[in-house]
């Protein structure tokens, strides 16, 4: 998995997701904002995955 260059607001950590899962980067944002409102480390979870997941190569 990488992080999207292409699908990226942040850090590209919901669009790597989203290609990895073959999903809109819409739909997987919108499923992430409804998850952090619940209880739980999603902010913590998104901050790690920018740190350790890494970016996508360069396309030349």
């Known amino acids: 998995m ?3 260059r292409e ?6 950590v919901c669009g790597g997701l ?3 899962m073959g999903l809109p980067p819409t ?3 919108i499923l992430w904002l409804i ?4 209880p739980g480390p ?5 901050v790690a995955m920018w ?3 890494p970016e996508e ?4």
Do not use: N
């Open 35 to 38: 998850l952090s409102l619940l």
């Open 42 to 46: 999603m902010w913590v979870l998104y």
């Open 2 to 4: 990488y992080r999207s």
């Open 18 to 20: 989203a290609d990895k």
């Open 57 to 60: 190569p360069r396309k030349y």
């Open 51 to 53: 740190i350790l997941v």
């Open 27 to 29: 739909l997987v944002r």
């Open 7 to 12: 699908h990226r607001i942040l850090a590209g």
